[in-house]
């Protein structure tokens, strides 16, 4: 039987930097299993095969949530990355860190060394920024390249000047000491090529003797005996078998990490009894605090052919597409579609922004296709603190157990007033120049949606998430924390760590990623003694 001094469960954003800080002693052998195959595919690599991936089981787990009341009881896509790299390898690459405030509540909410001071140095050794930013707020020695994309659409520059018109400012840093503003998003990609944890992180240390990789192995269960994880059980093709380890670490995300816990007998104890799972260590907060950024799209249809889009007017550029990526990574091919956006402040706002958009210069379609005949441009808002929590339970399916992932949007309704506010916000943005030179024709919500209850009512028909659940393992000492803040250990399992988006007390204000990788960071150093 194989044994390990350290395992690693995922080899997404945070797995990664585990796994490389963790094997450089060369005499402590490390094992990272992820239940995703290689990232070895042009559609992970070159940005614009995003639309390739979501919903392929290839690339994407492709859960679907639980019908949700507040959004007219639909269920509501969850895409999370099923490879190498996680959902590093299947999102749209933005860099964003998050306020500074967010780490401080942290701090406050019971998570001594979590606070920004502590933080922004993690941040700063990981990242290899290529943008000539201020090193106050950046690094330039760590492994993640940051950089600007190849080749962005010119619209997004009509869309920044369209906030400036009402006093949005032009941000050229969503990492530096505001994130007030519009602009273009930092992204994590070398060469114009999608740049993931795994690409930074494992990929040029595979060759390390005590280093083990496996993909295509699936975590059946954790090995406990008498209050301490000794092992792992997995499923590889088509052989279980046990594996030996001194320490597990969790980096399966907000969503894999509950689901190991529960089907392993840890969690809520009457939930884990009525799926006749064992009750190995009854922690009541496994699967609690779901947290993530209900987001609502508006959508609008141009004629004009200096957006993206598929039209015989855009005939020139498609065919040119392939040979001025390979030429100099510009092009259609190269753009991430969510090039510029920002963060702005509603109505409703304290003193930070509250919603944060995501500007797509492309037709999104009205019908939920990936791909849509024209050209237009559209933009999706999100709330960026949300209140409304949700919880992940694990359910029997055939031989094994399936998430019910219950995100509860808008059941606290300031989440819907914030989304209704930031909707007309994005609108106001929408009807300033230079975007209204470009002829726009809004098709969702619709000329005809106009009061604040029928904003309302098109997002219960509408609102999706984009992708950055949090919080289902976290980090405190209350009730209801499932992880030491300090150790990153499991409450009352020794052998046992978390390290990845899930220990998240509350949401930061942006996207997940980089800040999935730092808490990766520091769970290495917890580890280390460092």
Known sequence: MERFDHIVIGAGSAGCVLANRLSADPATRVLVIEAGGHDRDLRVKVPAGILAMYGRARFDYGWVGVPQPGLNDRRIPVNRGRMLGGSSSLNSMLYIRGAARDYDDWRDLGCPGWGWDEVLPVFNALERNRNGQDPAFHGAEGELIVSRPRDPNPVCQDYIAAGETLQLPRNTDFNGPSQLGLGVYDVTQRDGLRFSAYNAFLEPVRSRPNLVI???????????????????????????????????????????????????????????????????????????????????????????????????????????????????????????????????????????????????????????????????????????????????????????????????????????????????????????????????????????????????????????????????????????????????????????????????????????????MMIGEKCARAILGR
Not at 376 to 401: D, N, Y
């Open 214 to 516: 496996r993909p295509g192995c699936t975590l059946r269960r954790l090995i406990v005996e008498t209050g301490r994880v000794t092992g792992i059980e997995v499923q590889q093709g088509d052989q279980p078998q046990r594996i030996l380890a001194g320490q597990v670490i969790l980096s399966a995300g907000a969503i894999g990490t509950p689901m190991a816990l529960m089907a392993s007998g840890i969690g809520p104890g009457a939930q884990l009894s009525a799926q006749g799972i064992a009750v190995v260590h009854d922690l009541p907060g496994v699967g609690q605090n779901l947290r993530d950024h209900v987001d609502g799209m508006i959508t609008v249809r141009s004629d004009s052919t200096r957006t993206l889009g598929f039209s015989l007017g855009n005939w020139r550029r498609l065919l040119a597409a392939p040979f001025a990526f390979a030429a100099g990574r510009r092009g259609e091919l190269s753009t991430n579609y969510v090039v510029a956006g920002g963060f702005a402040k509603t109505p409703l706002a304290g003193d930070l922004p509250d919603v944060q958009f995501h500007f797509v210069p492309g037709y999104r379609s009205h019908r939920g296709r990936l791909v849509e005949w024209g050209h237009g441009f559209a933009v999706h808002t999100c709330v960026l603190r949300p209140r409304s929590i949700g919880e992940i339970r694990i359910a029997r399916e055939g031989e094994g157990f399936a998430p019910q992932i219950d995100h509860r949007f808008f059941s606290d309704p300031f989440d819907a007033q914030v989304l209704v506010e930031g909707i007309k916000l994005a609108r106001r943005i929408f009807a300033a120049p230079p975007l209204t030179g470009l002829n726009g024709r809004e098709i969702l919500p619709g000329p005809d949606v106009i009061s604040d209850d029928q904003i309302l009512a098109y997002l219960r028909a509408e609102a999706l998430t984009v992708y950055h659940p949090v919080g289902t393992a976290k980090m405190g000492r209350d009730g209801m924390a499932v992880v030491d803040p300090v150790t990153m250990q499991v409450h009352g399992i020794a052998g046992l760590r978390v390290a990845d988006a899930s220990v998240m007390p509350t949401l930061i204000g942006g996207n997940t990623n980089a800040p999935s």
